[in-house]
């Protein structure tokens, strides 16, 4: 799930080189993904009204449950 974050962020930002994305588990069945982006590409990833941020959160997510987990994607500064 790591390498989709990865891969989406990159695609959509003007400085790739500057994501970073790490993974912090909870718990066994739960996990928190961390997108850190350039300040100048935060509006990029996150789009208007949120709607990238909530699409990615939403193709995570459908990814996760076909590996029985509960995925989180936090986009931090």
């Known amino acids: 799930m790591l390498a989709l974050v990865e891969v989406i962020a990159k695609s959509l930002v003007e400085n790739p080189e500057q994501v970073e994305v790490k993974e912090?588990?909870?718990d066994?069945?739960?996990?928190?993904?961390?997108?850190?982006?350039?300040?100048?590409?935060?509006?990029?990833?996150?789009?208007?009204?949120?709607?990238?941020?909530?699409?990615?959160?939403?193709?995570?997510k459908a990814a996760?449950?076909?590996?029985?987990?509960?995925?989180?994607v936090e986009i931090i500064s």
């Open 64 to 72: 996760a449950v076909k590996q029985n987990k509960k995925v989180t």
């Open 24 to 26: 912090t588990s909870n």
């Open 28 to 60: 066994g069945s739960a996990m928190t993904i961390e997108l850190k982006v350039a300040p100048s590409d935060m509006g990029k990833v996150i789009g208007k009204q949120g709607r990238i941020a909530k699409a990615l959160r939403t193709v995570v």
